[in-house]
């Protein structure tokens, strides 16, 4: 079901992470840059065994860059051809590309006041590399200049290239695997893979190679994509390099989405408390559509706003994003995750656990019991993850359900029907940076069915 996700949920997320400033032009004039642009990386990022290779270390065609099969030839084992994926198919190769087209230019000048007599050089600015490459952590300009490569995820390779070619390295423990001496990252499990990817995709103010990672409202407002991470529908929709042909892979939607909100919340919270160390207000942490919003009266925000007397949306009224929040308020035992006292990890694993040990019947309750919270959405950002948490979830169930080699029921495509056609209104229109088709009425009326449907009242 995977690979069914993907070409209906793929539109919807490349508008919805493109998202800037809401349906009004981006008429406001950044404030100058906290922190001063550095072309250096840090020292403390340089000192130490951790060394970094380069693509072209895994790249040669005996290793990962084998060719890609065509369809109906038999695909040779994915290790083989995932350097191959990676640059041909992935966007985190480009990563660094990106910074030598004219928006990211642009970005750089208005973030620099605008000033016209500077050349703004986006691929020279810390502010852009921290995330776009692995300027912080080598100061060798090729290996910068591969973007998000292979050691972005896996670690510096100096440890454990040449010990993961041996036979040996098979029979290692796999926790051996990622202490000293080889030090490769692991992303195996759930919980760290997770971990590599909310350091740039959620943001990261105090990193430990002291490069701060942080898509602000000045950034946001030049013209960078707001950050709308959710982590299963971001791996759904990635080029898979690594092997996925297996009932379990599938059925781990469900431990991506929950991990993932967990570990996004607790990031998100962390960013938000270094922002308020500042002492100023980063109006990133805010609910966007709070002052982004066509002024007209069929308005989804104003018709809610009046119809439910919601102050928290009222025209002057700042309303804390609830992007990384809202599922935390909406499923057990998410609703019972103290970011206050439990670790990330802590929480992430025993909500992994949980959701592991939930058949095909548990994991329906738990969609039901979703879509019944859900039917209060009224802003576009809840209802989105609403959205997302009930595609992973109900991959994962028909994964759980599913015979290998059977196909769906009639009562299973109808609920999967269901959740498609939430994505029309959702999705932005084409040329609108604005989700113009949200209608929390009928989002509502639409979560009813589901709920219908999933409880077998509805047959």
């Not at 493109?18 to 340089?46: C, I, Q, Y």
């Not at 084998?66 to 290790?79: F, L, S, T, Y």
């Not at 980063?282 to 919003?293: I, L, R």
Request: aromatic share 6%; charged share 20%.
């Amino acid at each position: 079901m995977m690979a069914n996700r993907k070409w209906w949920i793929v539109g919807f997320l490349a508008l919805a992470v493109g998202l800037t400033t809401g349906s009004l032009p981006g008429t406001v004039e950044p404030a100058p840059p906290v922190s001063p642009v550095r072309s250096d990386p840090p020292a403390a990022a340089l000192q130490g065994s951790n060394v970094y290779l380069g693509v072209s270390s895994c790249a040669s065609i005996a290793c990962h860059g084998g060719p890609i099969r065509p369809p109906m030839e038999p695909a040779p084992p994915a290790w083989q051809s995932s350097s191959t994926v990676w640059v041909t198919k992935d966007r985190h190769a480009k990563a660094y590309n990106v910074l030598w087209e004219p928006r990211s230019k642009d970005i750089v000048r208005l973030l620099n006041g605008g000033d016209n007599l500077k050349p703004p050089e986006p691929w020279n600015d810390s502010r852009c590399l921290a995330c776009h490459s692995l300027h912080s952590a080598t100061a060798d300009p090729g290996i910068v200049s591969d973007g998000v490569s292979c050691e972005a995820c896996h670690g510096a390779a100096n440890g454990w290239l040449v010990p993961h070619t041996t036979v040996a390295w098979r029979n290692l423990p796999q926790r051996k695997k990622y202490q000293k001496p080889f030090a490769m990252r692991n992303t195996k499990d759930m919980i760290p893979r997770v971990e590599v990817c909310i350091g740039c995709h959620v943001g990261q103010a105090d990193s430990e190679d002291g490069s701060p990672r942080d898509v602000t409202h000045s950034l946001i407002a030049a013209g960078h994509p707001r950050l709308a991470f959710e982590f299963s529908a971001y791996m759904a929709n990635m080029p898979p390099h690594w092997k996925t042909a297996t009932t379990q892979a599938t059925k781990s939607e469900a431990s991506a989405w929950i991990v993932g909100q967990a570990l996004a919340a607790q990031a998100a919270k962390e960013l938000g408390a270094a922002h308020a160390a500042r002492g100023s207000t980063e109006f990133a942490d805010y609910d966007c559509y709070a002052c982004h919003h066509e002024l007209k009266s069929e308005s989804w925000r104003r018709a809610q706003a009046e119809a439910h007397h919601d102050r928290r949306s009222a025209p002057g009224e700042l309303r804390l994003s609830t992007w990384y929040t809202g599922m935390l308020q909406r499923v057990q035992p998410l609703a019972n995750l103290d970011l206050k006292t439990a670790t990330a990890a802590e929480a992430a694993k025993a909500l992994e656990t949980w959701i592991d040990g939930q058949d095909a019947a548990g994991l329906r309750q738990i969609m039901a019991n979703l879509a019944t919270q859900a039917a209060d959405a009224l802003h576009w950002d809840d209802a989105t993850q609403c959205y997302l948490a009930l595609v992973a979830l109900d991959d994962a169930r028909l994964a759980a359900a599913m015979p290998r080699g059977s196909g769906p029921s009639e009562t299973d495509t109808r609920i999967l029907e269901s959740i498609k056609s939430l994505n029309h209104q959702l999705a932005f229109p084409k040329d609108s940076n604005s989700p113009r088709n949200y209608d929390p009425m009928q989002f509502r009326t639409e979560m009813r069915i589901l709920v219908d449907l999933l409880t077998g009242k509805n047959k």
